[in-house]
C-alpha cells in the first residue's frame, strides 16, 4: 500500500494540526491507534488500509507526519490568503485593548482549539502601504474562521515569533493595568508530541 506523506508544512493545514494534536494528547489511545487515526487524518487513508501495512510501516509514516509538523518554520510578516494580503500587527507595543483583551482571552487552556482565531487577531488585511510600511484594517472582532485552513508554514512560525516577543509585551501590559502578577497562559512551546509505536507492537 502506498501511502503520500507531506514533506512541507504549507501542505498542511491548521484544521488537520489542531486535529493531530488532539489525537496526540488523548490519553485514552495507545501509541499505535494515535499513529492510524493521525495517518489517517493527514493523508485520508483508512483504518482498514492501514490496519494491514506491517506496524514498522505505520510507525515510519507516522514518524515521518511528526516530523513535518514539527518542522521550524520562518516567520512571515506578510502573505496572501484567498486572494486577500495579510499583514501581522506592525508593532506589539502598539496593541489595542480589543486586539489584548482577545488574545489574553483566546490563550488559555484551550489555545490549540482558538489558533486560528489569534491568528485573525494578529493577522489582518493590509488597508495601506508605503514601501516596507504598512497598515492593516483596524479589528472589529473575528470569528477567525477564514483561518482554519491556513497552511501550518504561516502558523507555526508567527507562533513561535508571538511566543518569543508578544508573551513579554502582554504580560507587562497586563501588569501595568492590574499592577498583579498575572500571566499571560500561553504555551511554553506549541508542537505535536506523541509518540510513535514500537515496530514490536499490534494494532
Not at 507531506?6 to 499513529?35: M, Q
Not at 483508512?46 to 510501516?57: E, K, S
Request: glycine residues 6%; hydrophobic residues 40%.
Amino acid at each position: 500500500m502506498e501511502v503520500i506523506i507531506p514533506t512541507k508544512a504549507d501542505e498542511i493545514p491548521l484544521s488537520k494540526y489542531v486535529e493531530c494534536f488532539n489525537i496526540g494528547n488523548d490519553e485514552s489511545l495507545d501509541d499505535t491507534w494515535k499513529a492510524k487515526k493521525i495517518i489517517k487524518a493527514i493523508t485520508g487513508a483508512g483504518y482498514d488500509a492501514l490496519d494491514r501495512i506491517p506496524v514498522r510501516q505505520l510507525s515510519e509514516l507516522s514518524a515521518k507526519i511528526a516530523a513535518v509538523l514539527q518542522q521550524e518554520q520562518p516567520f512571515q510578516q506578510r502573505f496572501t490568503w484567498q486572494g486577500v494580503e495579510y499583514g501581522f500587527i506592525p508593532n506589539l507595543q502598539d496593541l489595542t485593548t480589543g486586539e489584548f483583551v482577545d488574545i489574553d482571552s483566546y490563550s488559555g487552556d484551550d489555545f490549540i482549539e482558538n489558533l486560528h482565531i489569534v491568528m485573525a487577531v494578529l493577522y489582518r488585511p493590509i488597508v495601506e502601504e508605503y514601501k516596507e510600511l504598512y497598515k492593516i484594517e483596524l479589528y472589529k472582532g473575528t470569528d477567525g474562521e477564514h483561518f482554519r485552513e491556513l497552511p501550518i508554514s504561516i502558523t507555526t512560525g508567527a507562533l513561535a515569533f508571538f511566543l518569543r516577543l508578544g508573551q513579554s509585551l502582554l504580560n507587562n501590559s497586563l501588569d501595568s493595568l492590574t499592577g498583579s502578577e498575572k500571566k499571560v497562559h500561553l504555551p511554553d512551546m506549541v508542537g505535536l508530541m506523541f509518540s510513535t509505536p514500537s515496530p514490536m507492537e499490534t494494532s
